[in-house]
């Protein structure tokens, strides 16, 4: 008998252009069974960035999304029952299901987080891919100095970004680069705070 086994990404959640966040799962005939690590995984050239943690709302989905349809099935079988209390539970458990899984696609779009959604949109600006540098595992910070050297004829002082952020004004795109390079951060709280607040009308604490 043929088993099929392995690895797969599901629960696809927090989708910015063509980048979402899904967990990769161990599965068993393409059911997830347990969570290995969580990602963002960009739909059109496949690049994965894992992030530092377990995303709590990926792996919900994960399991909701393909176990849920699966036990619908078995109540479906269960409502072809000529006992009536059998019919009427059967119902009202495929029903709960399917608002379930729908409610899973609704819930992740209405809620979001704005100053992530904006971090985001601005990777994607520079880097061509939605990734927060606060979310990663790996740290981005030497691809975001490398850009920031493009942008600047002097040689860069290692606290750059923090110099910028407590500029009274400077280029955009240069604060973009200074929010994104001080996401890379992730223990600074302080920093974070400031980095944020240069988000328009964001000011919200990491």
Known sequence: MLIVWGKRTYGAVHKVGDTSVKTVFGHL??????????????????????????????????????????????????FQARHTGIKVFSGLAMFLMVA??????????????????????????HFGVAVDPYQCLTSLQMEIDERMRAHSSDSLDAFWYKNLLNAPASRPE???LAVLRARCDQHDQPLQQLALQKLPGVRLVA
């Open 29 to 78: 005939w393409y059911l997830p069974l347990f969570p290995m690590s969580s990602h963002y995984v960009d739909g059109k050239t496949g690049a994965s960035f894992e992030l530092n943690n377990m995303n709590v709302r990926s792996v919900l989905c994960g399991y909701m999304r393909v176990w849920l349809p699966v036990v619908f099935l078995f109540f479906l079988m269960s």
């Open 174 to 176: 240069i604060v973009e």
């Open 100 to 125: 379930l899984v729908i409610g899973s696609y609704i819930f992740d779009k209405k809620v979001v987080s704005p100053s992530t959604v904006q971090v985001r949109n601005m990777m994607k600006r």
